[in-house]
């Protein structure tokens, strides 16, 4: 290559699990067969299943594969937290994060990373034409609905789908949005996350997905982890309204 010219992107697709055993295989094949030149990060926290020492063998056995260990179920949020860091420390330039259950989708891969050429983060959206929700019961479409509506308003954030973890980040804006002052642990790192690279000025897209239900195992959210992650937004957001928080 000449020199001056920058080469395809760097891409890191990272994947969270905690007890994802029988969606993670196919998942990576699926992922590396949409985009054969990324690396996948497989952040697992200990999962009492053995999704972790499957992790390592499928490294082991596809030098793409990578696999961080955590000691214990630490929350969605730093594991995204944790893939972020890894993609900043080794260079990637654009991380991909999505859910392991087969609830987002390989077939958005392509457009999800082809959005980049004009954003700097790309949000696979439920709520944009095109896109959507299957078999969610009326309860969780509401909150949904309710907590999007909230991010929008409090945070000012120019997008359909702020809920959602199904996104490409331009690893650049990551290093430059702070990420340090994150607050959230749980499901509310998805809205905070978005508002600190929206702070960093950071041109939002969105591409519709169809958000599926979870292929096989069961979802880890709790009451707990709702109620929790629906304060810190208020706080958060209260304080975004009022400008009150630091760039
Ligand atoms: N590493 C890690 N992954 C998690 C944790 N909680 C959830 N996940 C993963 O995050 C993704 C979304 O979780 P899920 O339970 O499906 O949430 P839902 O789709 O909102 O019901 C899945 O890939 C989970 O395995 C956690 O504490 N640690
Ligand atoms: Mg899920």
Same mark, same amino acid.
């Given at each position: 290559?000449?020199?001056?010219? +920058?080469?395809?992107?760097?891409?890191?697709?990272?994947?969270?699990?905690?007890?994802?055993?029988?969606?993670? %295989?196919?998942?990576?094949?699926?992922?590396?067969?949409?985009?054969?030149?990324?690396?996948?990060?497989?952040? =697992?926290?200990?999962?009492? =299943?053995?999704?972790?020492?499957?992790?390592?063998?499928?490294?082991?056995?596809?030098?793409?594969?990578?696999?961080?260990?955590?000691?214990?179920?630490?929350?969605?949020?730093?594991?995204?937290?944790?893939?972020?860091?890894?993609?900043? #420390?080794? #260079?990637? =330039?654009?991380?991909?994060?999505?859910? /392991? =259950?087969? $609830?987002?989708?390989?077939?958005? &891969?392509? /457009?999800?990373? !082809?959005?980049? #050429?004009?954003? #700097?983060?790309?949000?696979? @959206?439920?709520?944009?034409?095109?896109?959507?929700?299957? %078999?969610?019961?009326?309860?969780?479409?509401?909150?949904?609905?309710?907590?999007?509506?909230?991010?929008? &308003? &409090?945070?000012?954030?120019?997008?359909?789908?702020? @809920?959602?973890?199904?996104?490409?980040?331009?690893?650049? +804006?990551?290093? +430059? %949005?702070?990420?340090?002052?994150? *607050?959230?642990?749980?499901? @509310?790192? *998805? *809205?905070?996350?978005?508002?600190?690279?929206?702070? /960093?000025?950071?041109?939002?897209?969105?591409?519709?997905?169809?958000?599926?239900?979870?292929? /096989?195992? !069961?979802?880890?959210? @709790?009451?707990?982890?709702?109620?929790?992650?629906? $304060?810190?937004?208020?706080?958060?957001?209260?304080?975004?309204?009022?400008?009150?928080?630091?760039?």
């Amino acid at each position: 290559m000449p020199p001056g010219e +920058k080469g395809p992107p760097r891409i890191l697709v990272s994947l969270a699990t905690y007890n994802e055993r029988d969606n993670l %295989a196919p998942l990576v094949r699926e992922v590396l067969e949409r985009l054969p030149a990324a690396h996948v990060l497989v952040v =697992d926290d200990n999962s009492p =299943d053995g999704t972790g020492r499957l992790a390592d063998e499928m490294a082991a056995a596809d030098p793409r594969v990578r696999v961080l260990h955590r000691a214990g179920k630490l929350g969605l949020g730093t594991a995204i937290l944790t893939a972020m860091r890894y993609a900043m #420390d080794h #260079d990637y =330039d654009y991380l991909v994060n999505m859910d /392991a =259950d087969f $609830s987002h989708h390989p077939r958005y &891969l392509p /457009a999800l990373v !082809a959005g980049m #050429d004009r954003h #700097d983060v790309m949000i696979g @959206s439920r709520y944009v034409p095109g896109g959507g929700t299957v %078999a969610w019961p009326w309860s969780r479409r509401l909150m949904s609905w309710g907590v999007n509506l909230l991010v929008r &308003l &409090l945070f000012r954030i120019p997008a359909h789908d702020c @809920s959602g973890a199904y996104r490409c980040y331009r690893v650049t +804006k990551l290093r +430059k %949005a702070h990420l340090e002052r994150l *607050q959230s642990r749980g499901y @509310s790192f *998805q *809205q905070e996350a978005l508002y600190r690279c929206r702070r /960093a000025r950071s041109r939002l897209g969105e591409t519709p997905i169809v958000f599926e239900d979870r292929r /096989a195992g !069961a979802s880890k959210v @709790s009451p707990r982890e709702v109620v929790r992650s629906l $304060s810190v937004l208020l706080v958060l957001g209260l304080r975004a309204f009022f400008g009150f928080d630091r760039p």
